[in-house]
Nanobody
Framework: QVQLVESGGGLVQAGGSLRLSCAAS????????MGWFRQAPGKERSLVTY????????YYADSVKGRFTISRDNAKNTVYLQMNSLKSEDTAVYYC????????????????WGQGTRVTVSS
């Protein structure tokens, strides 16, 4: 089992920044690929960004490229999502998730999920 706890969400004005954190406990964090997903009201959960277990491979959705940065600190069992130049369309609940064996954008392929943290961007 891997337990994931997100933090760092909140209310921010458009153009502002937030940094989300996802702290992991349980099994060896460094063995797991990590993803940040988001889900807005009435929409499906979708992958925002992904980072491989070693941190050497990342993926970003087109909508966040150049604005969001994913990183991880395996010594601290934590993955981060730095969000800059936030837009109203970034408003959603953000979830971190863990999986093994490489990149996937499908939520069903992720084995462990956090409870989510809400991000609201006011325009």
């Amino acid at each position: 089992q891997v337990q994931l706890v997100e933090s760092g969400g909140g209310l921010v004005q458009a153009g502002g920044s937030l940094r989300l954190s996802c702290a992991a406990s349980g099994r060896t964090f460094s063995n797991y690929d990590m993803g940040w997903f988001r889900q807005a009201p009435g929409k499906e959960r979708s992958l925002v960004t992904y980072i491989s277990a070693s941190g050497g491979v990342t993926y970003y959705a087109d909508s966040v490229k150049g604005r969001f940065t994913i990183s991880r600190d395996n010594a601290k069992n934590t993955v981060y999502l730095q969000m800059n130049s936030l837009k109203s369309e970034d408003t959603a609940v953000y979830y971190c998730a863990a999986k093994r064996l490489g990149y996937d954008s499908y939520p069903g392929q992720y084995d462990y999920w956090g409870q989510g943290t809400r991000v609201t961007v006011s325009s």
